[in-house]
C-alpha cells in the first residue's frame, strides 16, 4: 500500500471533525475510529478490485 492513500484517510478524518466541529455538531472519539475504518476498508475493497484475475 502506498503511504500516500493512509496519509489521505487519516488527513480527511481529521478534517472531518475539524468541519464538524465549526458546524457545533457532536464529536464522539468512535466516530473517529469509525471513519477511519470505513476509509481502510473502502481502499481495501478497490485494492482488491484493481488486482488482476488469476484466470486470464
Not at 478524518?13 to 475539524?18: D, T, Y
Request: cysteine-free; overall charge negative.
Amino acid at each position: 500500500m502506498q503511504l500516500g492513500i493512509w496519509v489521505g484517510i487519516v488527513v480527511s478524518a481529521i478534517l472531518s471533525f475539524v468541519i464538524a466541529g465549526f458546524f457545533n455538531q457532536p464529536l464522539h472519539w468512535y466516530l473517529f475510529i469509525l471513519i477511519l475504518f470505513i476509509g481502510f476498508f473502502t481502499h481495501t475493497v478497490i485494492l482488491i478490485l484493481q488486482t488482476p484475475d488469476e484466470n486470464e
